[in-house]
């Protein structure tokens, strides 16, 4: 159990100490500005890179691997979103940050941090390669969801132009892509800028894990919605466990690939989240609730999950020899 706490001390205490430290100084949301933009367009992207461009090439072509993950995350969206037509009645636009609230975990901020720290650097490449093909899809759904929805008035081609300019200028794919080809061309970069990107590399989960308890405290829950009553559980629990059943299903994959991606399955929801319901003014307010509600829980959820793995409760393949 030491070992567990081990873990998770550092991940949680990070985050409380960036919520405690935003209550007691009260900055304005703005004053936030410059960190994140050091870890979007520096600290992360260095990770990224330095971690996949050590990577054999033939490791980052698992498209088994690639195409279970991006099933279960959108089979997630989808039974959401449905939860939230039928059931509550929900507009389109609610509906779908609603789905995403339950399949968009936190897997830009916590997921290097959280990864890494557990199962060492070799935990990098699934990250790397869960966090590029889930963004893609989930820049796919946001903005094709809200022009469904009439929230947004526009043309095929402008929806589309906002779809690429968004999966091929996010840092966070840029460094991956960039990754990628010095893996492939074997390529290593001058000692100086070498050590500069071991720097970046090494605030990038210190500082996102701060930020992110920072972004909770600028937002203070004022009342639980009732929709967190199956938002709160797939996203914490049927989303990992789903996707444990899936990748077990799906191919004979290494255990650490295959905890990783139940790991990161099992994150709560993306501060993105919350973003984007401000973009397309909806939902907003619960959207916040969303990523406070279910971090906290997560404390829990993610401790148990990893207590399982580190313990051996949690059998790497659930149908061995099947595959």
């Known amino acids: 159990m030491s070992d567990i706490a081990a873990l998770v001390l550092p991940l949680f205490g990070l985050i409380f100490l960036g919520y405690l430290i935003a209550r007691i100084t009260r900055q304005p949301e703005a004053a936030m500005g410059w960190l994140n933009t050091f870890i979007i367009y520096a600290a992360l992207p260095a990770l990224f890179f330095k971690l996949l461009s050590k990577t054999p090439i033939e490791k980052l072509a698992s498209w088994e691997f690639i195409l279970a993950n991006l099933f279960v995350t959108f089979s997630m969206f989808v039974l959401v979103f449905l939860i939230a037509r039928m059931i509550r009645k929900s507009s389109v636009a609610a509906g779908t940050i609603q789905g995403l609230a339950a399949a968009y975990g936190n897997i830009g901020y916590m997921g290097p941090a959280i990864a890494i720290l557990t199962f060492g650097e070799v935990a990098a490449v699934p990250v790397a390669l869960i966090f590029c093909f889930e963004n893609v899809l989930h820049f796919i759904i946001a903005p094709t969801m809200m022009a469904f929805s009439g929230e947004e008035k526009r043309s095929p081609a402008s929806l589309i132009k906002e ?161």
């Open 163 to 323: 779809i690429l300019k968004r999966v091929f200028f996010h840092p966070f794919i840029i460094a991956t892509i960039i990754g990628v080809g010095a893996a492939f061309f074997n390529f290593e970069p001058p000692r100086p800028v070498e050590g500069l990107i071991n720097y970046l590399a090494q605030a990038a989960a210190p500082c996102a894990l701060f930020a992110m308890g920072v972004s909770l405290a600028l937002r203070p829950l004022k009342r639980i919605p009732l929709e967190l009553g199956y938002i709160v559980p797939a996203n914490l629990m049927v989303h990992p466990l789903l996707m444990y059943i899936v990748m077990s299903w799906a191919g004979d994959f290494d255990p650490i690939w295959m905890y990783t991606a139940v790991l990161l399955a099992a994150l709560p929801t993306a501060t993105n989240v919350y973003v984007l319901a401000q973009q397309y003014s909806v939902w907003i307010e619960r959207a916040s609730a969303s990523v406070l509600i279910t971090t906290v829980c997560s404390i829990f959820t993610v401790s148990a999950l990893l207590y399982a793995i580190k313990g051996g409760y949690l059998p790497p393949d659930l149908f061995p020899g099947s595959n």
